[in-house]
């Protein structure tokens, strides 16, 4: 792409709306573990300059090995499928990838999905 296209683009995009989704795996492990999460990415927002996430979505005591169960990550994946008003590009923030799936790659794979 060259910079006249990167420029077009820019250009049409007027707004950005963030996506936030969090999860934590083990009904052991600490409820503030999401909100930790959530601060670091509005953290990352505040460096990047884009708005706060206006969507925040969060999976407590869910494991990442399948999506059944994972109502919030289910929720925010039919979101994501309806269609974006013109002008608005939609981006989605986590704490780490392997917060969207199991490891990594289950991530990339969840991401295709979108």
């Not at 060259?2 to 420029?7: D, G, V, Y």
């Not at 884009?50 to 990442?64: H, N, Q, T």
Request: hydrophobic residues 40%.
């Amino acid at each position: 792409m060259n910079w006249r296209n990167k420029k077009r683009l820019a250009m049409a995009v007027h707004t950005y709306v963030v996506y936030f989704y969090g999860r934590f795996s083990d009904p052991k492990q600490n409820v503030l573990s999401i909100e930790q999460q959530l601060q670091a990415c509005r953290d990352k927002c505040r460096k990047l300059k884009l708005p706060m996430p206006k969507f925040v979505f969060m999976d407590a005591a869910r494991s990442g090995s399948t999506v059944v169960g994972r109502d919030e990550f289910e929720h925010l994946m039919a979101l994501a499928a309806e269609p974006a008003p013109p002008g608005v590009q939609r981006v989605l923030v986590m704490w780490r990838l392997d917060r969207f799936g199991r490891n990594i790659w289950e991530g990339f794979r969840n991401g295709d999905l979108l």
